[in-house]
């Protein structure tokens, strides 16, 4: 798919050798620039994780200059590289990650991604009150961060190809955990008037990860429907029509009093046991697993998802997409640190594809892709989403008997005009687009919808499997119809295996791959994550589908693209099963405290709940911190001069950090520590993300003027290009809002629409509204 591109990669640690990992798996030829010390993954634990994200790789030491020269995309860590590469390479394509981004007040501030988790709203939103606030395990903002950088990346590189001009991708990794690891929160607050709430408003979901006799089961209610089904599999229908219990709010006020309900029930039952009731009851549920147990899972064993590495100490997942009729490339050895500075030689005429000789205008990657969009929720219309931001023209498509459910997760009520239209994820998800409903169960509305794959380019969908064969439009149906559409496909597990008609949401995913296992407090259960999922799995299914546009550029043809939501997830978990695999450690949770910074934790200080986290990556951090602690006497032990050190003596830390926290404000302790240097940042109410000073110098947020909601802010793509000044082009959709529009375009009449109105195959409203 990328074979023949060329990739330099300055980058260490997790993010920037991630981007360039999914380009090295889709057949690019990507060389590591590393110093003489090399990667400080290479001394990361056993370095296996190294080897994970550098498979397929070559390493030199040096400036590569003439490298550069050659390539066709380059990616940094170190934003000082950006203007003289820009300004030297006019077509190459520069890819840009830092923790806030080139520029703005806060370009230069410290922190690691346990602090950006603090600022993005990430740790705010999770845990009890009772409790300190919790950040997530797993370093998973590295991994988004990552993520989005490679479809960045190939998709400025597309253009490039196109029109001969290169790009600056500015990846900000703040800027990705404050979409992806939290939910639209400062949208919820402004479509509900800002709410006066106190405090950060932490919560778990409640049921969610429970006690069963022999683990823990995660356990998903999105809908009323769900929730309604797991009283009755509990065995307590008369607690439908309690009115509290429905809201999720006001459940987890009554949190204890309803899990003592639940977990009478499922401490009574074994996981496998409580699973197959939930299957009955067609309610998502799964285990929830860790480093030993993820390979063992019988979906993906079915499938063969973990391959032997290659240097054969571990299993580590396969590349989370597939597109028909191509291999994946077989994974090759990590690189040795400068193995090949001799050895590389690249030159103009050796290239599989030159970008354009002739110079032509610059436009949105994907601009004239028609996409047709049968997706839901949340990771799908966020996939969907990044392609309309790209130039897509994204044609979403509901039925009025069966909308997008996000709608329902609405301010309003039903009673309210118009509820459906004042859901903030579906807005967030799905500005950009244009909307149509048709019942495809129904034949005419069916013939309309193969009337539009017929002139679109792409079709996504991420239903169960079964739905789009019951609606009889599987990928031989659509490809006879269309021979050059690519055919996206989000399913939760997969399209095969045991597991293939099953319901997964986020919740499922985080604990059937560990990351659930690695959050929550060292003698307590595993807690959600709680938003990383479902945007990761959409920007997987992005990349892939820049891949198989790439692709049919060259060869006129279209494929199939899959993209099972859990094998995203499992990419960016597999260090659970990399670490146990090479070294036989199992990695568990504990609390705010990691196995990088030391210290690091979430801190109470004099506001009403009022905390701040903070991370001591370095020893010369360490002694910035004392220094403004003033060195107390408990600080100069010289057995905290080092990490190893510190981190056995954490609660002794902890404990000297409580007592000058809690006399200052959140802001003050994170001014005074950032003064020299030392990660910290307040932890912020998630509803607050949009208030943050780089995030609006970055234009993170953009207005959308809707017809129904008025104007909001909702943000926007977490990357820049430098010839873009605006993502949102367009509001999300209203309900069938473009049905004239767009069964015009494709050669209905008017006489037709109407009775396809009349005859309740497209409508603009709810049915029974």
Not at 11 to 30: H, Q
Not at 249 to 276: G, N, P, W, Y
Not at 381 to 387: H, K, N, R
């Amino acid at each position: 798919m990328l074979e023949g591109v060329r990739v330099v990669d300055f980058t260490g640690e997790i993010a920037g050798p991630y981007c360039s990992k999914l380009m090295a798996d889709a057949g690019a030829d990507v060389v590591k620039v590393e110093e003489p010390s090399g990667d400080p993954l290479r001394s990361w634990g056993s370095g296996a994780l190294f080897e994970y994200l550098n498979t397929s790789k070559r390493s030199i030491h040096g400036d590569a200059a003439d490298l550069i020269a050659q390539a066709d995309i380059l990616v940094t860590d170190r934003a000082a590289q950006v203007e003289r590469l820009r300004d030297a390479h006019p077509r190459l394509v520069v890819v840009a990650i830092t923790p806030f981004g080139s520029s703005g007040p806060w370009s230069q501030r410290s922190s690691t991604e346990f602090t950006l988790q603090a600022a993005c709203g990430s740790t705010g939103q999770r845990g009890v009150p009772e409790q300190a606030p919790l950040a997530a395990g797993g370093r998973i903002g590295e991994w988004v961060t990552g993520t989005y950088a490679a479809l960045g990346a190939v998709a400025a590189y597309r253009e490039a190809l196109r029109s001969g001009h290169g790009e600056f991708v500015d990846v900000a990794m703040l800027d990705c955990m404050a979409v992806t690891m939290v939910t639209y929160p400062s949208v919820f607050a402004s479509f509900s008037g800002r709410p006066n709430i106190t405090g950060t408003g932490r919560s778990i979901e409640v049921p969610s990860v429970e006690p069963t006799k022999d683990g823990y089961a995660v356990v998903t209610t999105n809908s009323a429907q769900q929730f309604q089904d797991f009283l009755v599999m509990i065995g307590r229908p008369d607690l439908v029509d309690d009115p509290d219990l429905p809201l999720a709010a006001k459940r987890f006020a009554r949190r204890d009093e309803f899990l003592s309900i639940v977990h009478a029930h499922t401490t009574q039952r074994t996981t496998a046991e409580l699973l197959e009731e939930a299957v009955l009851y067609r309610i998502p549920a799964g285990p929830v697993l860790n480093g030993s147990t993820v390979p063992e899972f019988e979906q993906f064993d079915a499938r063969g998802v973990f391959r032997q590495a290659p240097s054969g100490r571990f299993l580590q997942p396969r590349v989370p997409f597939s597109l028909s009729g191509i291999d994946p490339r077989p994974f090759e050895p990590a690189p040795d640190n400068g193995e090949h500075t001799l050895g590389i030689k690249w030159s103009s005429d050796e290239r599989a594809e030159s970008a354009s000789d002739l110079i032509e205008d610059w436009r949105l990657p994907l601009t004239g892709v028609r996409v047709v969009d049968c997706t839901a929720w949340w990771a799908g219309p966020a996939a969907t989403g990044v392609l309309a931001s790209l130039g897509a023209d994204v044609i979403k498509v509901e039925s009025i008997t069966r909308p997008d459910y996000m709608r329902f997760a609405s301010v309003r009520t039903p009673a309210d005009e118009k509820w459906w239209e004042w859901g903030p994820v579906y807005h967030s998800a799905n500005a950009g687009k244009r909307g149509i409903t048709l019942d495809l169960t129904r034949p005419d509305g069916k013939a309309t919808f193969e009337r539009l794959v017929s002139s679109a380019d792409v079709l996504v969908e991420n239903y169960t499997p079964r739905v789009m064969e019951q609606f009889g439009l599987d990928w031989d149906h659509v490809h006879a119809i269309n021979p050059r559409l690519i055919m996206v496909r989000m399913p939760a597990f997969g399209l095969d295996g045991p597991w293939r008609d099953r319901t997964g949401f986020a919740q499922t995913m985080e604990c059937l791959t560990g990351m659930a296992w690695l959050t929550g407090f060292s003698d307590g259960p595993p807690v959600l994550v709680r938003g990383a999922c479902d945007p990761l799995a959409g920007m997987h299914a992005v990349f892939a589908t820049l891949l198989a546009l790439i692709e049919r550029d060259r060869s006129g043809k279209g494929r199939l693209v899959e993209v099972p939501m859990v094998e995203a997830a499992l990419n960016a978990a597999a260090e659970q099963v990399i670490e146990f695999g090479s070294t036989g450690t199992l990695l568990g949770r504990d609390g705010n405290r990691g196995p990088g910074a030391a210290p690091q934790g979430v801190y109470p200080c004099s506001g009403n709940d009022e905390w701040v986290a903070i991370a001591v990556a370095t020893d010369s951090q360490w002694r910035s911190l004392c220094s403004v602690l003033g060195d107390p006497q408990w600080s100069v032990d010289g057995a905290l001069r080092d990490g190893a050190g510190r981190r056995r003596a954490h609660d002794l830390i902890d404990g000297g950090l409580t007592a000058w926290t809690a006399r200052l404000n959140a802001l003050d302790v994170s001014s005074l520590l950032q003064s020299v240097g030392v990660p910290c940042e307040p932890v912020i109410p998630p509803r607050d993300i949009a208030s943050n000073p780089q995030l609006r110098t970055r234009s993170l947020f953009e207005i959308e003027h809707h017809a129904v909601t008025g104007d909001h802010e909702l943000p926007g793509l977490p990357f820049r290009f430098g010839r873009v000044d605006r993502w949102l082009r367009s509001s999300a959709p209203t309900l069938g809002e473009h049905n004239d529009e767009v069964l015009d375009e494709i050669g209905l009449d008017v006489t037709e629409i109407r009775q396809l109105r009349q005859a309740g195959v497209i409508g603009e409203k709810l049915a029974n509204s």
